[in-house]
């Protein structure tokens, strides 16, 4: 049987490319149904501000008309002005267990950054580091938590017989509330009766004035992330982006501000896990009964996921950072929570491996983004 690689360009293939996990991982415990809308707005050139700079193409895969895989093949110009270099990406890759069919895959995403001029192409990446990113390679007996990816294990196989070679790893520890290191959270509260007299205090984000946070956010974000591995700063248009795709399932008990005499100078970011909820939402249809079940679940779930933390370097070392996990390691126990994934942690951050160790954190999940050379 033959292989076809065609783009997407209807509606109908949108649909069909967004759609097509839901049958792959249809008998597998542990799939997570991405949100339909929230899917279909990352791809939409119209509603996602990364096409303003930026531009990607879709593929679906099909063997005797039958859809066997996807993949997206992605130019970001943003990235490559801020890194110097010039690479594409591969991403939203899924495929059946089919060698030929992740190769005509692959080579449809090669060929794209080889005609946009690109030196490699790494991956995956949906569409950038903002978004969700990595592949599985470890930790496959638990669903993924909320924003985070999940493949079969078979995937690893398939990209690294391709020809793709690790480029970095990236960490997932489970922290859970019973055997959080209590020791290391007393500590944490010492440390801070000590900053607040430095006039540093710590409080909860202020959901009623949304927007003003998130502008305040914005800076601390792009500066704290600004020397990590594969980060690009977000266009505003692009961070606000992310804030709304965020603001349903954001909880303020567990979203934290630092600031000195009301200066914000970090942030620490816990979202409830909906992944909970939404592995029982069909197809990650919202509408018209899914969205009740995300909005009354959402104080029910047993996890949080730490998912964004950034301090002003000039703050750095001072114990922000422990502050912070103590304060969500705190609230999960207070909410009867189960405990926390702090996500993803680069496996060159040990400032933060060290931070999730302190507190009895265990690595249980390893994602990992590849790289390959365009041959010429």
């Known amino acids: 049987m033959s292989i076809e690689i065609r783009k997407v360009e209807t509606d109908k293939e949108k649909k069909q490319f967004i759609d097509f996990p839901h049958d792959l991982y249809k008998t597998d415990p542990n799939y997570v149904p991405e949100i339909y809308l929230a899917v279909s707005e990352l791809i939409s050139e119209k509603k996602n501000p990364f096409f303003k700079h930026s531009k990607a193409s879709l593929y679906l895969a099909y063997k005797d008309d039958k859809i066997v895989g996807r993949v997206a093949a992605i130019i970001n110009n943003n990235y490559n002005k801020f890194h110097t270099c010039n690479v594409g990406f591969f991403g939203l890759f899924d495929v059946i267990d089919d060698q030929e069919v992740a190769n005509s895959l692959l080579d449809a995403a090669m060929a794209y950054g080889k005609a946009n001029g690109v030196d490699r192409v790494l991956g995956p990446t949906n569409f950038t580091t903002n978004d969700t990113a990595g592949l599985l390679v470890e930790g496959f007996d638990s669903p993924p938590v909320v924003q985070m990816t999940y493949n079969y294990a078979y995937y690893q196989r398939l990209i690294e017989h391709y020809g793709f070679t690790k480029d970095m790893d990236m960490y997932a520890f489970w922290i859970p509330t019973k055997t959080a290191n209590e ?82 100078i970090g942030f620490a970011v816990g979202l409830p896990d909906v992944n909970e909820i939404m592995i029982n939402v069909k197809k990650g249809r919202l509408f018209p009964f899914g969205i009740f079940k995300l909005l009354f679940g959402k104080k029910k779930v047993k996890k949080v996921r730490i998912v964004l933390l950034g301090v002003k370097e000039e703050y750095r070392k001072i114990g922000i950072e422990a502050i912070f996990y103590a304060n969500l390691i705190r609230a999960a126990q207070n909410n009867n929570l189960l405990g926390g994934e702090a996500s993803w942690i680069l496996e060159s951050n040990q400032m933060m491996v060290q931070g999730a160790e302190n507190l009895n954190g265990k690595k249980y999940k390893t994602y990992r983004i590849y790289t390959k050379n365009v041959a010429g």
């Open 183 to 264: 020791k290391s959270l007393l500590l944490s509260e010492r440390l801070k009766e000590r900053l607040n007299s430095r006039g540093i205090t710590f409080r909860n984000l202020n959901m009623k004035k949304f927007k003003t946070e998130v502008d305040k956010v914005r800076n601390i974000y792009r500066a704290a992330w600004e020397k990590n591995w594969g980060f690009v700063p977000p266009t505003d248009e692009e961070f606000d982006f992310l804030a709304e795709g965020l603001k349903m399932i954001l909880d303020e008990r567990y979203a934290y501000i630092a600031e000195e005499n009301g200066e914000m």
